[in-house]
T-cell receptor
Framework: AQSVTQPDIHITVSEGASLELRCNYS??????LFWYVQSPGQGLQLLLKYFSGDTLVQGIKGFEAEFKRSQSSFNLRKPSVHWSDAAEYFCAVGAWSSASKIIFGSGTRLSIRP | EAGVTQFPSHSVIEKGQTVTLRCDPISGHDNLYWYRRVMGKEIKFLLHFVKESKQDESGMPNNRFLAERTGGTYSTLKVQPAELEDSGVYFCASSQGGTGGNEQFFGPGTRLTVL
């Protein structure tokens, strides 16, 4: 079955600290992986995406993610968080080769401690 | 270039009433998707249009939901009659598809509250 698991429902980190949000996926075909962010009152914004090539992907706002095929993981990282990073983060997987639905994880809510 | 737009941004209705949500995709995008997030749960796929045709409607919860995409441009999602469990945020997305990959661009969502 196709699924995305984000094991952490809510994470709190101090401003300036590093961040890692976990994501594991199960997908039959070659996955097209995404991280989206939803800030309060806003829509879904794409942070980064991965299909092939370098397994370390750079995104917007200083985020990066690393694809590890052997672990079926696509964890999101940021070396130093800012208060404006407080939001909900969604990992998602879809098909590269066809326009079809994206499957989302349940999201991780990130709070920033001053 | 304008992104995906959705109207209204918020809607509060009473159980049993009808609500129609609208989505305008990015110009030139043949693929249009509806997703929904109910409180605290994951974002779930509802259906997928390719131009005006329904490609995949496996996520539609029941026959109270009707989606249309007349002329292959904007789409509407009607809920009739609305139930309490329909409350949530409804997202629309569009993609160009084809060999360009399946990157979907999302709208800001419509927050539906059924009282």
């Amino acid at each position: 079955a196709q699924s995305v698991t984000q094991p952490d429902i809510h994470i709190t980190v101090s401003e300036g600290a590093s961040l890692e949000l976990r994501c594991n996926y199960s997908y039959g075909a070659t996955p097209y992986l995404f991280w989206y962010v939803q800030s309060p009152g806003q829509g879904l914004q794409l942070l980064l995406k991965y299909f092939s090539g370098d397994t370390l992907v750079q995104g917007i706002k200083g985020f990066e993610a690393e694809f590890k095929r052997s672990q079926s993981s696509f964890n999101l990282r940021k070396p130093s968080v800012h208060w404006s990073d407080a939001a909900e983060y969604f990992c998602a997987v879809g098909a590269w080769s066809s326009a079809s639905k994206i499957i989302f994880g349940s999201g991780t809510r990130l709070s920033i401690r001053p | 270039e304008a992104g995906v737009t959705q109207f209204p941004s918020h809607s509060v209705i009473e159980k049993g009433q009808t609500v129609t949500l609208r989505c305008d995709p990015i110009s030139g995008h043949d693929n249009l998707y509806w997703y929904r997030r109910v409180m605290g749960k994951e974002i779930k796929f509802l259906l997928h249009f390719v131009k005006e045709s329904k490609q995949d409607e496996s996520g539609m919860p029941n026959n109270r939901f009707l989606a249309e995409r007349t002329g292959g441009t904007y789409s509407t999602l009607k809920v009739q009659p609305a139930e309490l469990e329909d409350s949530g945020v409804y997202f629309c997305a569009s993609s160009q598809g084809g060999t360009g990959g399946n990157e979907q661009f999302f709208g800001p969502g419509t927050r539906l509250t059924v009282l």
